[in-house]
């Protein structure tokens, strides 16, 4: 069916250590892949996102990774910080008979040990 | 702050009843989304409506209905409430009507049935 898988759903780092999330998506058209980030109790925010036109994006001590060909794509954090413990979720657009829609991974937690 | 405004915070009900929820998008957003969030859970989609219309439609229940009011405001009414439905409800909106724009989330409605 049309999912997107997530992997680890736990994740535990000491700070300053690097952190990496990894997703695989199942509709081959996809070409949206955005990140989010939820802390507890707060809604989901957009870290960074990707299209497919590129393979990699960088924003600070985030990069986002994409490889349409086997269909994942992978968050990277580094120099990870206590402030980056929170739930991270991928996504994808998938497409069924209803239209197309942003359908979430899982979530990691991510929890940095200070 | 996202922009995107959802009221109640917080709504305990008991079971069988049938409650409201209402979300109001950024300025100059046309589209609306709600998600369901349950405990350790990841965001399913339940429906998108974009200037009026519904426009996509995920794993929504049919004890669940949706609209989108002229001014853009959108309401999700939950009826005939089962302890399972007991969950944080985010809407999110976007300008266009594609799941490929960035979307906003609310701070979500936590809805508990007892």
């Known amino acids: 069916g049309e999912n997107v898988e997530q992997h680890p759903s736990t994740l535990s780092v000491q700070e300053g250590d690097s952190a990496v999330i990894k997703c695989t998506y199942s509709?081959?058209?996809?070409?949206?892949f955005p990140w989010y980030k939820q802390e507890l109790g707060k809604r989901p925010q957009l870290i960074i996102d990707?299209?497919?036109?590129?393979g990699e994006k960088k924003d600070q001590r985030i990069a986002v990774t994409l490889n349409k060909t086997a269909k994942h794509f992978s968050l990277h954090i580094t120099e990870t910080q206590p402030e980056d413990s929170a739930v991270y979720f991928c996504a994808a657009v998938l497409r069924n008979d209803s239209g197309s829609r942003l359908t979430f991974g899982e979530g990691t937690q991510l929890t940095v040990n200070p | 702050d996202s922009g995107v405004t959802q009221t109640p915070k917080h709504l305990i009900t008991a079971t069988g009843q049938r409650v409201t929820l209402r979300c109001s998008p950024r300025?100059?957003?046309?589209?609306v989304y709600w998600y369901q969030q349950s405990l350790d859970q990841g965001l399913q989609f339940l429906i998108q409506?974009?200037?009026?219309?519904?426009?996509a439609k995920g794993n929504i229940l049919e004890r669940f209905s949706a609209q989108q009011f002229p001014d853009l405001h959108s309401e999700l009414n939950l009826s005939s409430l089962e302890l399972g439905d007991s969950a944080l409800y985010f809407c999110?909106?976007?300008?266009?009507?594609?799941?490929?724009?960035?979307?906003?989330f609310g701070p979500g409605t936590r809805l508990t049935v007892l």
């Open positions: 300025s100059g957003d046309l589209s």
């Open positions: 999110a909106s976007s300008w266009g009507g594609s799941s490929y724009n960035e979307q906003f």
């Open positions: 409506y974009y200037n009026g219309e519904e426009r």
């Open positions: 509709d081959s058209a996809s070409n949206y």
């Open positions: 990707i299209r497919s036109n590129v």
